[in-house]
Structure formats: C-alpha cells, structure tokens
C-alpha cells in the first residue's frame, strides 16, 4: 500500500505565505507526477500545479507567480510554496501521486492525500 501525508495548511492573513508538503511513503516502485489539487466549499476538486518526474510543470493561471510546486524524488516528498495568498486561495488542497508499487511496478495507479485545510483571511 501507498500512503500520501501532507502537512503545512493552516490560517493566514492575505499577501501572507504558506508552505505544504506532501510525503509519500509504502510500497513505492517508482513515481510519475506529483501533483497538488485543490477544493472550496461548494466547488469541485481543480489542479493547482503539476510536476512531471523529469518534466514541466503546469499551473493553474489563478497561482501563476504566486505558487511554486518542487519535489525532492529522494524523498518520494512534493512541496507547494504558496506566497502573495488571497481569500479566495482558502480550500482544501489536497496532494495527488501517480504511483507504481513493488507489487505491479508496471502499473501506475492514482493515491491521494488526505487534505490540509489552507484558510486565508482578508
């Protein structure tokens, strides 16, 4: 089994900082792309930023310049430096992982995270 921690949510003024983390820890055989998605109250689960094993990354244009997605593969860990934050960023942001493990390490297979709140205030 594949476990996804993240850590680092929590309440902030707006223009303030953040950072999240999102350790993977298990049966791992290698890692594709880590990603980090978010959810509002009432909205649907959206990307915020991708990250490729060796690729670009991707962002969603509401954190361009703002937010900035990293991985340390040795660490099987995707970090998410969110900076100038703003009410609307508050959500649950969840951390995704393509995952292959010892078992079927031919197969990828999608494992999430269990959630940090990020609550910013105006």
């Known amino acids: 089994q594949v476990q996804l921690v993240e850590s680092g949510g929590g309440l902030v003024q707006a223009g303030g900082s953040l950072r999240l983390s999102c350790a993977a820890s298990?049966?791992?055989?290698?890692?594709?792309?880590m990603n980090w998605y978010h959810q509002a109250p009432g909205k649907q689960r959206e990307m915020v930023a991708t990250?490729?094993?060796?690729?670009?990354?991707v962002y969603a244009d509401s954190v361009k310049g703002r937010f900035t997605i990293s991985r340390d593969n040795a660490k099987n860990t995707v970090y998410l430096q969110m900076n100038s934050l703003k009410p609307e960023d508050t959500a649950v942001y969840y951390c995704?992982?393509?995952?292959?493990?010892?078992?079927?390490?031919?197969?990828?297979?999608?494992?999430w995270g269990q959630g940090t709140q990020v609550t910013v205030s105006s």
């Open positions: 990250m490729p094993k060796g690729g670009s990354t």
């Open positions: 298990g049966s791992i055989f290698s890692i594709n792309a």
């Open positions: 995704n992982a393509q995952v292959s493990t010892t078992r079927t390490p031919w197969s990828y297979d999608d494992y």
